[in-house]
């Protein structure tokens, strides 16, 4: 564990972009040997909108990253956070402590959030809008969006008091839970569901994007599936009965259009219908 944390300490810039490029690549070839549904798409077209935002969101993170290193080592000079303030630890489970709540702030807070209040939905609108979820969907965020995400990876840094290396190894770890849970790959269903009590599983966060509520308005997790448990925001579908999109977000043209996604939170926000299928 030592090695890990130290190794992750200095990570270099082009490893945790290989982190990001292998995990897609990864789950890429995946989807054509275990695909969830039929690639009736063109990958590659579909591919190029949604790595067009996967840039947005390196170019916004690059010249905050500050933000994060200035905020943990004010943690670590003021022993400010909840690691100064729990009992001495093993350091496996100081670091599991710490991704699980870097995972509960940084990722399911803010994606919550981000489904209550309004101005913020008009941002997440676009990951909703992807009506041919894969692998690359996992990083199709509005560069607002990106913001907001990055403000709120700031503050699980500030309550958590983590260290660097926690915190690069806690985003490697987002990113690769992320192009897994949206990879179009079918598991054995019961493998699937075994999954999901410990870690958000590929079928529990497909159900979050089904076009209507109160599905879309569940399963809010990245990495670990007890913070939708906990919270009672759970929930389960027939995986063959889900529909990606947004129903008020019907037409598939525009929602491939680069310039018509960064338009969207500047539109009226439209959520999804509460009518049950």
Known sequence: MEQIISYFETIPPLHRSLILVGGITFFWILE?????????????????????????????????????????????ANSFGLLYWLPPMPLWLEVFVAVLFLDLIGAWLAHFTEHKVMVLWGFHLVHHTDMEVDTTSANRHHPLESVVRFLFTCLAV????????????????????????????????????????????????????????????????????????????????PVDQIVYGVDTYPDSEANKSIRELLKIPFNAYRKPTTSRD
């Open 158 to 237: 500030f309550v958590v008091g983590a260290p660097v290396a926690y915190i690069m190894l806690y985003q490697g770890l987002s990113v690769l839970f992320s192009q897994f849970n949206h990879a179009n790959i079918k598991l054995p269903a019961k493998a699937d569901a075994l999954l999901s009590w410990l870690i958000v599983s590929p079928n529990m966060h497909k159900i979050h994007h089904h076009y209507k509520l109160p599905y879309t308005d569940s399963n809010y997790g990245n990495i670990f599936s007890v913070w939708d448990r906990l919270f009672g925001t759970f929930s389960t579908m």
């Open 32 to 76: 054509y040997i275990l695909p969830l549904f039929k690639l009736y798409y063109h990958k590659g077209k579909h591919a190029g909108v949604n790595i067009f935002f996967t840039l947005t969101t390196i170019l916004v993170n690059f010249p905050l990253a500050f933000l994060l290193l200035y905020t943990s080592d004010w943690t670590a």
